[in-house]
Each structure stands twice: as C-alpha cells, then as structure tokens.
C-alpha cells in the first residue's frame, strides 16, 4: 500500500506541474469520492493494526500535499489568465477620440432664443397663438374691419371667408387681452404668412415677434425705454434708435423704429445704404379700440405694442443678402454660424 500510495503521489505531481488547464479535474481524479487515492484508503481494512496508523498518516500527508500543489497551480493559472486578459485587453487612452459630428441650431432659432432672452430678461412673460386664426384675431380687432385698404398692405392667405393663415404676430394680442388682465407685459414670437413671391427680401412664411404691455400709466416713454434697452443688448452699448411717425391702424400714435447703423455706427456704409440708420421695427400705443374690444378701459389703461421681423434682423447681424439662404438648409451655409 506505501508503494501504491507513493505512485499516486508521484503521479499527481507529474500531472499537476504539468497541467494546462483544468485543475479541478485533477482535484476529482485523486481526491475525490471515487478518486485514486480515495480507493486505496478503502482497503485499510486488510491492514493489520500497527501498519494502519503509519499508513493512514502516509496517506493523510499525501492528500494535504496534492492539495497544495493543486491549490497552488489553481493561482498560479488564475495569475497567467489575468496577465493574458491584461495585455489583450489594454486600452490606450491616450488615441486621439473620433470626432462626434454636432449639429448646430438653425440661425433663425438662435435668433429668436437671443430676443426671448432679452425680453424676459425685461420681465416680459412669452404667449402663443395659432397660426392658423380668425379674420377676427388677425384683422378686426386690430382696428382693421373688412373693408379698410390696410388689408391691401397684407396680402393673406385665405383658407374661408373668416380664416386665414395669420399675416402678423399681432391676434395674440387681442388673445392675450381677452383671457388676461392688466397688468399685462408679454412678448410672442412666431410664425407669419403672406402670399408673397419668394425673394431675396421676401418669404410666404417668415417670423415675427410681437411684443404687448398694458398698465395704468404706460407712456410712450416706457416703449422707447424698452425698445432702446432691446437695441442696446441685440446690438451694441453703443447703438442709438430713433422713432419716425408712421401709421398702423392698431396702435396711435405708431411709428417705425430705426437703430443706429451697428456697422459704421451711424456715419453711412453699404449696410445702412449711406443712411447710418436700419428700421427694424414697428410699434405704438395700442389703439382705444384695440382695448375696447378687448373690455379693458382705455381711460384706465394704456398700453404699447411692437413688432418686429426676425429674418430681417438675423439677415442684418450677419450680413446675409438673401432670405433664401435661411430656407434652403444647405449645410454649408448653416454650419458657418
Ligand atoms: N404687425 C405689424 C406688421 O406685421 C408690425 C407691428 C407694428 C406690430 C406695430 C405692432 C405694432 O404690435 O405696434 O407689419
């Protein structure tokens, strides 16, 4: 039996030092239940009773020291499979990333982030009104009845004889005074529709932002102080505006709002056409009628209006001669802004 169990041992170190892979199999094969060394043991029985201690003992240090050396190469394979997954999976940070191409927004969009941003910036709160409106909403509330020749100045899109396609930003006004009650302070950009040719300085869909305060106690001079505090941020600290009597037949008295040239700052270049002087918007005192109609007392209250195009200021910003550009989404076009 010493023989028998000094072979096993023999053996399972040649099989263990030279293992590959599977250690466990090896652990089964002369340690387990039905293993080598495991059927040997059964026969202590036919030992006599002085050999079975020497035996047993014989067979226990066998058994711990193939344990160990298995317990060792088990590790010393877990080591290598680390070492190997180390190497193979090694990353270099330090390789230049691919490049994520981002889109940008449209200028348009910017745009009108930028005038939402001042105004709010001004306490003004943003209303939205449909685009497609009432004759009502876009005309006769504003002062404009069916037959007044300042529908001609708009050529609209008719969808009936009392709906249209909104040709102005100013119904949500009247919308705003309908459902709110002053003190009223809000600005409402959007989109806007004229049966105009496409070209270079007209669109049949083109945006606007409106801009409506009502109070007791509003004066011109608040709506110069806004439109000046507008210009300023949009423009430049240095840029000045000026008011020229005009007519719109919602707001009275109205007039066209010029900013200094921001490119020769007022002195005359190809920008401003040698004027120093850009209109870039209307505005007014709202109309009594306009407030009438909206049951807000124009003994109590008085308020002003503006408006004014965002394709027309994004195409001065940037000097862009062509409204086209801003509708044909060629990318290298948009990917300069
Ligand atoms: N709605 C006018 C237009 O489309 C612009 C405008 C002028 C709006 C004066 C106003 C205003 O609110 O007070 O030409």
């Known amino acids: 039996m010493r023989e028998q169990l000094q072979k096993i041992k023999e053996e399972a170190v ?35 009773a002085e050999e079975r201690p020497a035996i047993g003992q014989l067979a226990n240090e066998i058994r711990s020291q193939i344990e160990a050396l298995i317990e060792k190469k088990a590790a010393e394979m877990r080591g290598a499979e680390m070492e190997r997954r180390l190497r193979e999976e090694k990353l270099d940070v330090t390789v230049p990333g691919r490049r994520a191409h981002v889109g ?143 007519h719109f037949p919602f707001t009275e008295p109205s007039a066209e709002v010029d900013v200094s040239c921001f490119v020769c700052g007022g002195k005359g270049c190809r920008l401003c056409k040698g004027e120093g002087w850009i209109e870039i918007l209307g505005a007014g005192m709202v109309h009594p009628n306009v407030l009438r109609g909206c049951d807000i007392d124009p003994d109590e209250y008085s308020g002003f209006a503006f408006g004014l195009g965002v394709e027309r200021i994004v195409m001065l910003k940037h000097h862009i001669d062509d409204m086209r550009l801003l509708y044909e989404n060629d990318l290298r076009f948009l990917s300069q802004f």
């Open 104 to 246: 940008k927004s449209h200028p348009l969009s910017v745009a009108q982030r930028e005038l939402e941003d001042i105004f709010i910036g001004m306490g003004f709160e943003i209303a939205e009104g449909p685009e497609v409106e009432y004759d009502y909403y876009n005309f006769q509330a504003l002062n404009i009845p069916k037959d007044h020749p300042a529908r001609d100045m708009q050529d609209t899109f008719y969808i009936t004889d009392n709906i249209l396609l909104r040709s102005q930003t100013s119904p949500v006004q009247v919308r705003t005074m309908e459902k709110k009650r002053p003190p009223i302070k809000i600005i409402s950009p959007g989109r806007v529709y004229r049966s105009d040719p496409m070209d270079a300085t007209h669109s049949p869909v083109f945006h606007q932002v409106e801009g409506l305060v009502v109070d007791r106690g509003i004066t011109m001079g608040d709506l110069k102080g806004t439109l000046e505090q507008f210009a300023k941020t949009m423009f430049g600290e240095n840029t000045r505006i000026r008011f020229r009597p005009h």
């Open 14 to 48: 040649a099989a263990i030092s030279s293992a590959q892979a599977d250690v466990e199999a090896l652990r089964v094969k002369y340690l387990g239940k039905k293993g080598e060394l495991t059927s040997v043991l059964r026969q202590m029985g036919s030992l006599s």
